[in-house]
């Protein structure tokens, strides 16, 4: 018998071989099991997803497993939204304040072969084609199946990044009540894309986030490397027009698209075979109220906390999830301590960002375009150079700053009340009271404590 002890992952997906990767570089033996095949030999097979968006959470995680530079190499900078409004130009809308402060678009199946090929050079041992049947948490064992296989493995402890369908917190379930309920929004999306123009060129504008918002429903597309835009439109599934239900198939969307977002009809030449040929996706949020089964078992990113894709946080949140169970997982630690501490600190943080990305799909569909808006975020950008470290815009402390995200949604609906204040009834900059509001911060904020 071996006196080194092995942590069990369940799940080679983002979260899974970044942990992975962490784990074994920090001297720990750990085994992979992933249910699909290899992607690397059989082509990723990932399911419906939106493009994800990489921020400054996630690229310190992937820092922190050295990871970062093959998976650069295949993102595409997004400064900001380019907002496309039912009449008139587009308008782009910086995140930040230059592209020092900037998001990045990346594939999905090409993050993942990125991830699982850097936890494997870090030592750990990666099954694929092995799904967990069922888990026996007392006698420490569990059964695998797949590719012929059937048999039954101890462990010595658990990690499940097995998303939002977890099998790993189904077999918890069965012997713990981990409060689980999800919310489903009443929206759901569905793909298409945008091929790349003549000689292999972005048919539109390459560094942005593109948005189409038009009130309870809306459009979105994401530049990928290849340069192909993934469209994403987001609607009702049921109710009045437009919704998945008064919108059944290509001959309806294409008259939609026509009459809502006409400057994208001809960017997508499969429009009606893409609407038909591709399912309505759902969206909702995840809520436990335990993550952890004393040291036997333990919860991390969408099989913890998913959430609907709106502050494009979810693969940040389980990136940083990854980091913080790493730091818990000292040598010879008890691991029901060290799952008990990861989830006192995490929890709070993952119910804020649910929270913040519920708020951020009416921003995207129904405020970008609108003029309070509009004026709000303009004196945001002023407050933040006239008060550095004190007043920091909402989307700049969740996409560019590692603070907690629950501090970051306390500060946040402060500096809304702050703004809606002092701009009540205006409609230029140059008539707000720029003293009453310098006033109005330096009772309510406090400075934020400078980066680590």
Request: proline residues 5%; charged residues 25%.
């Amino acid at each position: 018998m071996s006196d080194v002890r092995t942590i069990t992952i369940i799940g080679a997906g983002l979260a899974g071989s970044l942990l992975a990767t962490l784990l074994a570089r920090r001297g720990w033996q750990v085994e992979v099991f992933e249910r699909r095949g290899d992607p690397r030999v059989h082509g990723y097979a990932g399911g419906r997803s939106i493009n994800l968006a990489l921020a400054e959470r996630g690229l310190h995680a992937l820092r922190q497993a050295q990871a970062d530079p093959g998976v650069m190499r295949q993102a595409v900078m997004m400064r900001g939204r380019m907002v496309h409004p039912l009449d008139g130009a587009p308008e782009l809308q910086r995140y930040g304040r230059d592209d020092s402060e900037v998001i990045w678009s990346i594939n999905r199946g090409e993050l993942n072969i990125v991830l699982i090929e850097a936890a494997e050079a870090a030592g750990a041992t990666l099954h694929f084609d092995r799904r967990l049947e069922e888990v026996d948490f007392v006698a420490g064992t569990m059964r695998v199946l797949g590719d012929d296989h059937d048999e039954r493995r101890g462990f010595d402890t658990l990690v499940g990044a097995d998303g939002a369908g977890s099998t790993l917190r189904a077999q918890m379930m069965r012997v713990q009540d981990l409060g689980e309920r999800t919310e489903w929004l009443d929206h759901g999306y569905k793909e298409l894309e945008i091929p790349p123009g003549p000689g292999g060129s972005f048919r539109i504008e390459a560094n942005a986030l593109h948005i189409w918002p038009r009130g309870h429903y809306m459009c979105i597309a994401l530049p990928n490397d290849e340069r192909t835009f993934t469209v994403t439109l987001f609607m009702p599934h049921e109710g009045t027009y437009p919704s998945f239900a008064t919108v059944p198939d290509g001959d309806a969307a294409r008259a939609l698209f026509e009459a809502q977002f006409a400057d994208a009809v001809p960017l997508i030449p499969r429009l009606e075979e893409d609407f038909e040929a591709n399912p309505v996706g759902m969206l909702g949020t995840l809520y436990l109220d335990c993550w952890h089964l004393q040291g036997r078992a333990v919860l991390i990113g969408d099989a913890a906390h998913a959430m609907v894709p709106f502050h494009g946080q979810g693969m940040n949140c389980a990136f940083e999830d990854c980091v913080a169970l790493a730091d818990q997982l000292a040598p010879g630690v008890d691991f029901a301590n060290a799952y008990t501490a990861f989830a006192t600190e995490r929890m709070p943080n993952a119910a804020a960002i649910q929270h913040m990305a519920l708020e951020n799909y009416i921003e995207m569909r129904d405020r970008v375009d609108d003029g309070d808006y509009r004026l709000q975020r303009a004196l945001e950008l002023l407050l933040q150079d006239r008060h550095p470290g004190r007043f920091v815009p909402h989307y700049a402390m969740v996409s560019f700053m590692r603070i907690p995200y629950a501090t970051a949604l306390a500060r946040s609906e402060v500096q809304r009340g702050i703004l809606q204040r002092a701009t009540a009834g205006l409609v230029t900059l140059d008539a707000v009271d720029l003293a009453a509001v310098d006033a109005d911060i330096v009772v309510r904020l406090s400075p934020l404590p400078s980066p680590s």
